[in-house]
């Protein structure tokens, strides 16, 4: 096994606009959990222990999330960057003296998904690979070309070789061994131009296609919506919240920790965040509220931000 992991906690999150004004997308709620806290089960079943997450963006909202740097009795282990956000490849690098010199995995904090994680690490292993990415075959931007029969990662979007349609998806899931922190030189840089210094190199950089389980960006606030729908056990309401007797809450909807719906509220397909509140005879629908914030009226498709 793997027992540790780096997880991808600093980006800015700026499709999602006035959803992470106050809060860094890994810890946008999804069915009333941060949805960072969907990669670390995810990764806990596959037997890491440690978890390694860099931060940038309103970092002080890790601290208040997770006040005894653990979850569900692991240990969380957070890296600050600073003045500005390293990148993925930066990000790692800066989090080189954490990860102990040992292999890990590295995860998007802003993907869910349900991907079975034996194969990847059977097939990174079998290899001998220095790096192996983690791909599907459909469901979303196909920017990867991948040799199935040498299990080689051949070009990212088209970089090295044009004239080769890429047809696989790259999940954000990847295994490293430490040698490969060598190549990332300190600083702000991104992961694909190490990786297509890899490929020219004729470095052992494989890839596994998962085509099992599920898997979703969520970069939007459609695709927020939407893996809610995925979900397909809501209502969510949380204990804590304060919900009128007569109010109206739907579908793939969720309701936060503190929030508060007025009388005769009706809420369908919508999500109102930890402290959110809606007014009395409000009507949404597929709308998301942040906390603090009071939803009136009759909207739709908005924020309330």
Known sequence: MISQAFVLGAGLGTRLKALTQHRPKPLITIANRPLITYAFDHLLGAGVQRFVINTHWRADEYAREFPDSA??????????????????????????????????????????????????????????NEVTLVLRSSGGPLQVSFDEQTRRILDLGRRLRPEVE???????????????????????????????????????????????GTWFDLGTREQILAVHHHLGRGPWIDPSARVAVDAVISGASAVG??????????????????????????????????????????????DVA
């Open 257 to 302: 920790a503190g929030a508060r719906i007025g009388a005769s509220a009706h809420i369908h397909d919508s999500i109102i965040w930890d402290h959110g509140e809606v007014a009395a005879g409000a009507k949404l629908t597929r709308c998301i509220v942040v906390g603090g914030k009071l939803a009136t009226g009759e909207v739709a498709d908005a």
């Open 71 to 128: 979850y569900r009795g692991f240990e969380l282990i957070f890296r600050h960057e600073t003045p500005e956000v390293l990148e993925t490849a930066g990000g790692i690098k800066n989090a080189e003296d954490l990860l102990r010199g040992g292999p890990f995995w590295v995860y998007n904090g802003d993907i869910l998904c349900t991907l079975p994680l034996e194969s990847a690490l059977r097939a990174h292993r079998d290899a001998r």
């Open 166 to 212: 890429p047809r696989f998806l790259f999940t954000g899931i990847y295994l490293v061994e430490p040698e490969f922190l060598s190549r990332i030189p300190p600083g702000k840089v991104s992961v694909v131009p190490i990786v297509c210094e890899m490929i020219r190199a004729g470095a052992r950089l494989g890839g596994v296609v998962v085509d099992e």
